[in-house]
Nanobody, 115 residues
Framework: QVQLVESGGGLVQSGGSLTLSCAVSGLTFSNYVMSWYRQAPGKEREFVASISPADDNIYYADSVKGRFTISRNNVRYRHYLRMDRLKPEDTAVYYC????????WGQGTQVTVSS
């Protein structure tokens, strides 16, 4: 059974930092592209960042480029999103995603940035 479990969300002031973590089990982690998505209230889920299995292809949404850093640990089966200089518009539920031929999703973790 594939499981993706996010953690690390919370309430932070504007300009602050948070690191999200995604613990993965039930699949061969090193084969999968890992991504983060987010969904703000009343909005569609949007892409935030992705990282290829060997760390050689990393992509960011323009809205987070230069502030967020995605990483992974293929030994520990974990995936991370370091978020710096957070803004109120970063407030959303953040989802971890594993993609190969199909995608698996976590349940999400809430990030709230106060102004």
């Amino acid at each position: 059974q594939v499981q993706l479990v996010e953690s690390g969300g919370g309430l932070v002031q504007s300009g602050g930092s948070l690191t999200l973590s995604c613990a993965v089990s039930g699949l061969t982690f090193s084969n999968y592209v890992m991504s983060w998505y987010r969904q703000a209230p009343g909005k569609e889920r949007e892409f935030v960042a992705s990282i290829s299995p060997a760390d050689d292809n990393i992509y960011y949404a323009d809205s987070v480029k230069g502030r967020f850093t995605i990483s992974r640990n293929n030994v520990r089966y974990r995936h991370y999103l370091r978020m710096d200089r957070l803004k109120p518009e970063d407030t959303a539920v953040y989802y971890c995603c594993a993609t190969l031929s199909s995608s698996y999703w976590g349940q999400g973790t809430q990030v709230t940035v106060s102004s």
